[in-house]
């Protein structure tokens, strides 16, 4: 038996087997609360066991299912492996994955798709039932049994402490250098016994860089050797960079009129390329000691440290593409005391997104002419991916914005709308729409202000007549002139793509 | 001149004028920030004076109006008046009264309807531009200058500080057994500077009782003598009462699993006929030790106190009957250091409602199969009055409950329906929904689950099987069978309810 240097712990060394002997021991139909956040940190070898055993039960007629909780998407290993075998009978918070996506679209797995900070505490509250398993990658075993935790923290500190059973894969793959670079914290009570988190700062620390387990419930440590996914880093297109230039110019803007401070506030940002360009343009421009309260760091973020233009970041987990990883591992000494990795309960909270006044910068599916926000659904009916954070930030934050292309598949989408398929973010917590063709600040505006000033900033020109026809209809003719809108048409532009595959008018040529 | 006891302090008593020369000294087109939360410690004199101002001005064929801000709703002598006389341009954050309500829905008022924690804040940053004037009812001015609060704290404090010029109405009316209530909070800061609240209990006090105001602001002091807008308090109808029974046998239920304690948590309810059922119940139920931290004190909750059933409450105005209010000034030397009234950016803060686990119980207009909840528009275009502070209560609750009576008018609307024509409380905020036809428990189920149990528990008979008919008919057409849509039909019943006064289907036996 080869010599695991990472895992320091006699009572865990006995538990060392294979991801099959591990897999084996999860109980059919239990709930397994997994580590992994966009990717980081998931466990990378048990899933696929687990995965190879349903198969093979699967191939004798026997149906077996989990119910699957993580910190937010998976790896294809894990989410993807899992749906393929149709292993997942329920599956929360939040989910990337193409297999799993079309399980979730067909109907065959029920998603609970929900806000990343309220998951820790509905388990704890005891609303989701009971936890059975816990299934968490750390970095390393300390002697006295304490985790060092990988490249995302998650709910990982929740599963550890509520599962009745623990297996830990162990990735040597992941940088000891991690060591230091979390903050987990301990002082979460249940109501009525809560107090303040003692938060004031985005890169406090205010806990344990390591998570607490009993080894008593650990019943597999499996040592690994695979990388996180990681997605190639693409450039920005040129629509990306004028949603990012809009962006900027109205941070300029508002330092100028005194309502940001020239460090900015802390900034969210979503992950993709409107977010990379984004964080290129913020690289690049005016303003100094930015820092991060968000849930993942990309490339973009670690640019702006190693620029010294930003100068702290807290998140929950990594999403990197394999050059900004190396960078990382490389750089892990410089990185580590900028870079504070909390438990998502913390890097999600109502409490301190509010209180350090954070700048939200998320991307949407569609807007409507309200300010109304689709972030989940397309067509009204299939999931995309999920509201993951975007709700906790949107909510609380000092500015929400929310950015995408004015139209998408090639012109045939308009993510400018009368009226939403699916509401994610209410009128209430949209402040800023951006798309390539300009940015609406809807603050201080009431609907029929804010429908005009959306149509003509932000709405793709060969929409816009179509949205100020509409509109102007809708005053007419709407019993209420608050929020005009005609009941009959409203949701037309989905079912005319539904039917026609486009949102443009084409039925009048054909009729 | 009158000796007015109320008006302690020199700098002041120089500033005593009538209502109508205090409103001629507020300038046109400015931003008045009145005090006022659902109707108490409303201004009562120097709006309607100004609404005598602006009516002789357009007598003259002059139009002068003013932005409204306010606590929430306030009265028919500011609300009713100023709209009557189409003297409002901008109105925010709240507003209840019919002649209001039937301008903004002509189109006559820009209505802003946002988050009641958030005004307060938006303030300060700076989003709504300069807030000109405060007019706010006191009960009356110490010799150093500060100020007695009124029934209500609302936004008075953000008034105070950021309006240029202040009015103050000092109403003889209101008791002076008032002072030592409040609890205002000078701890708030903008962001970067702000520090956790140090709240851990309902009824905590962490700041001081009376209001700061500066001497050189003041131009005006009108004293008064005039009752809160208040509304008689009708007795619970059948519907309300088995709302109630429902809503005590869950909490029962909840404390049987132990998922809440026997005290449950602290208690935030709308008002309204189910609400007052609802605390009705709970004083004749069970549990003991009740706390609140809500927005308004009603009758049912003094009655709680006196009763002992409730230990202490949180509030930032009263809505009482006239009975409730009488009992209230009898007694205040008993409610004085049981209830505590403080800022609404208090009462409503997300981070004292997550902290504190609040069980929010808010009225909706109508819910859709899925849970999504419209709380402020009818028919998707009119506003009925806004979201207030249920977005603040839904969202960091530790239970979210939202009820409604399944139909209403006599049947032709049925509460529950295939999608909802406003979302103000999205699938992910709402945990609980009940009607008097039953109670669906939505935690940990995902979108076909809930809509089955929303159709099964909530639903009005008559409208159930039109319901059951919709989803099996989605579940089978539509792409996505993550959250079943009809998009030619999901709005049909709104549609069908405009053209024939039902959403019943009588068309099939008219065609």
Request: net charge negative.
């Amino acid at each position: 038996m080869p010599e695991y240097d990472r895992i320091q712990c006699p009572a865990f060394k006995s538990k060392i087997m294979s991801a099959d002997a591990a897999a084996a021991l999860i109980p059919e139909g239990c709930n397994v609360g997994m580590s992994g956040f966009t990717g980081s940190g998931a466990p990378k070898e048990v899933p696929m066991a687990l995965a190879r055993r349903i198969e093979a039960q699967l191939a004798q007629g026997h149906h077996f299912k989990i119910g699957m909780w993580t910190g937010a998407s998976t790896g294809p290993e894990i989410d993807g492996a899992l749906a393929k075998v149709n292993g997942i009978n329920m599956r929360l918070p939040y989910q990337s994955d193409p297999t799993s996506r079309e399980r979730i679209n067909q109907g065959d797995i029920n998603y609970i798709d929900m806000h990343l900070s309220h998951v820790a505490q509905y388990v704890w509250f005891g609303f989701f039932g009971k936890l059975n398993v816990a299934l968490i990658e750390v970095a390393g075993i300390l002697p006295d049994g304490r985790l060092i935790p990988s490249t995302s923290v998650g709910n990982n500190k929740t599963w550890l402490d509520q599962a009745d059973l623990v297996i830990l894969e162990v990735n040597e793959r992941q940088p000891l250098g991690l060591a230091g670079m979390h903050d987990v914290y301990y002082g979460t009570q249940l109501p009525p016994h809560r107090v303040p988190i003692p938060l004031v700062h985005p890169h406090d620390r205010i806990g344990e860089p390591y998570l607490r387990c009993d080894p008593a419930k650990v019943i597999a440590v499996v040592p690994t050797h695979k990388a996180d996914r990681n997605s190639p880093f693409k450039p920005a297109d040129a629509d990306s960079e004028q949603i990012a230039g809009h962006l900027i110019d109205f941070f300029k803007s508002e330092v100028r009129h005194g309502r940001l401070p020239k460090s900015l506030l802390p900034l969210q940002s979503g992950v993709g390329n409107i977010a990379n360009a984004v964080l290129a343009g913020l690289n690049n421009g005016p303003f100094e000691n930015l820092t991060a309260f968000t849930e993942v760091m990309q490339d973009g973020m670690l640019a702006m440290l190693r620029s010294g233009k930003m100068v702290g970041a807290s998140a929950t987990g990594f999403s990197l593409s394999p050059e900004g990883e190396q960078d990382f591992v490389d750089n892990i000494d410089f990185y580590r005391d900028k870079i504070v990795l909390r438990p998502q309960e913390m890097s999600n909270h109502p409490e301190l997104i509010r209180r350090l006044g954070v700048i939200a910068m998320n991307a949407m599916i569609e807007a409507d002419i309200y300010g109304n926000v689709n972030s989940t659904h397309v067509m009204g009916s299939s999931i995309m991916n999920g509201i993951g954070g975007s709700g906790d930030f949107a909510r609380n934050a000092y500015l929400s914005i929310f950015m995408a292309k004015s139209s998408a598949r090639g012109g045939d989408i308009s993510c400018i709308v009368p009226a939403v398929s699916h509401v994610d973010h209410t009128e209430h917590d949209v402040q800023i729409l951006v798309t390539e063709r300009g940015l609406a600040d809807l603050r201080g505006l009431a609907p029929k202000q804010r429908a005009r000033l959306i149509i003509d900033n932000c709405s793709a020109p060969e929409y816009r007549p179509m949205l100020q026809e509409y509109f102007e209809r809708a005053l007419h003719h709407s019993r209420g002139k608050h929020t005009p809108m005609l009941l009959d048409e409203a949701l037309s532009w989905h079912a005319r793509f539904e039917r026609t595959g486009s949102m443009k008018v084409r039925e009048a040529v054909a009729a």
